[in-house]
């Protein structure tokens, strides 16, 4: 098992697992090490690195943004001090969040005719939405068909969100964090070109479970090339963290940095 998975959400957006219970998540997949990056939120610690029943707990925060190219990508800032900019980013974006949300459950409600009473809070995310689909007994769809036939970026319900720019982003993000690094290179539609934004980035996230073989080269060469730091986690969205992480001597690598 991996020393550090530093990619994991909560309650706060759109993972399944509280804050408080992550310490316990932790110690189940014996992991010392969670950065907690929920979506356009700020998490409530006081300090970049924090310590919770015995797991070290980083403060972090994942920031979907769009680069000059059109291509979106997702930036993890690590051992985050928040800046005026920074809380006024994630308010902003957070409004955004729940109108878009509203949107989508009167679509999917009226197109259904039932009620799926979810609740417009922050954090809310499609996740939640078709969790509430899958839960309804008047649905015929579960979770892959909400998003699928409903929800998906193609779907009848399907409502865009605002969200920063790559270059407002990484700003935002450089003020307020120690690292900043380009999440799951290798999922994006052209990883080539989001690996090239990582010239003006601290890290990248190389190790992360993609469900299929992968070629890591091309982000061992950028690591190379731009002399980055190597971050990595499960992205969990549920209890299971560990399923990918920073050993114990690469964490103390970043942590000079964190």
């Known amino acids: 098992m991996p020393y550090a998975d530093l990619h994991v959400h909560t309650t706060r957006s759109d ?3 509280s804050l408080e219970a992550v310490p316990d ?3 189940d997949a014996d992991v010392p090490v969670v950065g907690v990056t929920d979506h356009d939120r700020l998490q409530p610690f006081s300090e970049p690195i924090v310590e919770r029943d015995g797991v070290t707990l980083v403060h972090g925060i994942e920031l979907r943004v769009q680069a000059p190219s059109g291509i979106r990508v997702d930036l993890l800032g690590y ?9 006024d980013a994630c308010a902003r974006i957070q409004r955004n969040r729940r109108e878009r949300g ?3 459950v ?3 409600e009226d197109r259904l005719g039932v009620d799926l009473d979810v609740d417009i809070e922050d954090g809310l ?10 839960a309804h007994p008047d649905t015929a769809y579960d979770y892959q068909g909400a998003f699928a036939d409903l929800i998906g970026n193609d779907g009848p319900c399907y409502a865009p969100r605002e969200i920063p720019t790559f270059e407002e982003g990484r700003r935002l993000l450089a003020a307020a964090c120690r690292v900043v690094s380009l999440a799951h290179p290798l999922r994006y539609d052209d990883p080539a070109v989001a690996l090239e934004l ?11 479970p993609y469900g299929r073989d992968v070629d890591y080269r091309p982000i061992d060469r950028a690591i190379d090339r731009h002399d980055l730091l190597a971050t990595a986690g499960s992205d969990a969205h549920d209890d299971r963290l560990g399923l990918a992480g920073l050993s114990e001597p690469a964490f103390q690598r970043l942590l000079l940095s964190v």
């Open 106 to 108: 009167e679509c999917v």
């Open 198 to 208: 990582t010239a003006d980035l601290d890290a990248v996230e190389r190790d992360y």
């Open 15 to 17: 993972g399944s697992l």
């Open 79 to 87: 051992g985050v001090e928040p800046t005026t900019a920074l809380e």
């Open 102 to 104: 509203r949107a989508i």
């Open 25 to 27: 998540a932790a110690r």
């Open 125 to 134: 995310g499609r996740p939640h939405i078709a969790r509430a689909i899958d």
